[in-house]
């Protein structure tokens, strides 16, 4: 009978808990939620994490921070987004370096510590000079290159760098790897003629190319860019290179279903937003919607792309 009475409470006490652990996440979010971006300030990861959390603020009714946690070409920021509480309150926006960081034992965590919220931005890579640069055409960049292997000096925007290697790999090439955090560090370096060239999404190096302090030499993408007609595709040039970088947000792995689920409807909402969609065209950032489900398997093709690569390069 004692027994019997223990395993009674036991069930009550497991039971009250569960309720009263349901009744507190009903109320989230009761105060501010971090997003953890991390690269820094000024990049183009930056900017789609600020005005997507500006607009997700309506639709979750609490107010997002963002926070730039720098170092390790984005390992710092994944690592420390990863390991935060796992109570729905730090958000961190992901980015395909927590693909190629862990394939190179630069990164301890990958997708399977976090839980998923959605990816929303994917741009292909392009590849900039300085406006004065003797290398007026990507054929001068590879000649360059391929005339003196390792001498050209790459503003890296992360490291490994998959831009530069599915070029040094189709190319037979090396490059002078110099790594940044991010393409806020990278384009100075180009600019004030510490590197010859740097590969960006066309977001982040768009307002220098049309003020006519860079070039653009090419871009990896299917066609020409609206905002760049006069900048050609690799595959235009006979070089069949068409890869990109994307950014979604996950949170740390045991999040709360249900608050989980509070966030994918809040930043799906978002994503959608006049005020959001308005920004990325405005700053030439391409929104790239997949849910959670889909954002997963997306991650999962994209890793066996990136193994093959390092694969071929070792």
Known sequence: MNLMKKTLALLLCLVLSTVAISVAYADYPEKTVQMTVPFAAGG????????????????????????????????VGLT???????????????????????L????????DNFELICNVNMDPGMVTVVADSPLKSLEDLLAAA??????????????PNMYAYTIEL??????????FNGAAEAIPEVLGGHADFTITSPGEAISQVQGGQMRALAVMSEERLPSLPDVPTFKELG????TGTWRGLAVPKGTPADVVEKLRDAFAKAVEDPEFVEFMNNAFLNIYYLNAEDFAAYIANDTEVASAIFSALE
Request: proline residues 4%.
């Open 146 to 159: 391929k005339a003196t292997p390792g001498s050209l000096k790459f503003a890296s925007t992360a490291t």
């Open 44 to 75: 183009g990861t930056d900017a789609v994490a600020r005005a997507l959390a500006n607009v997700a603020e309506k639709y979750l009714g609490q107010s997002i921070v963002v926070v730039n946690t720098t170092g390790g070409s984005g390992a």
């Open 170 to 179: 189709d190319q037979d090439i090396i490059f002078n790897h110099i790594p």
């Open 104 to 111: 190179n034992g630069l990164c301890s965590v990958t997708a």
């Open 80 to 102: 420390e987004g990863a390991y935060q509480p796992a109570d729905g309150f730090y958000v961190t926006m992901i980015t395909r370096e927590l693909v190629t960081l862990p």
């Open 239 to 242: 070089i069949d290179i068409v």
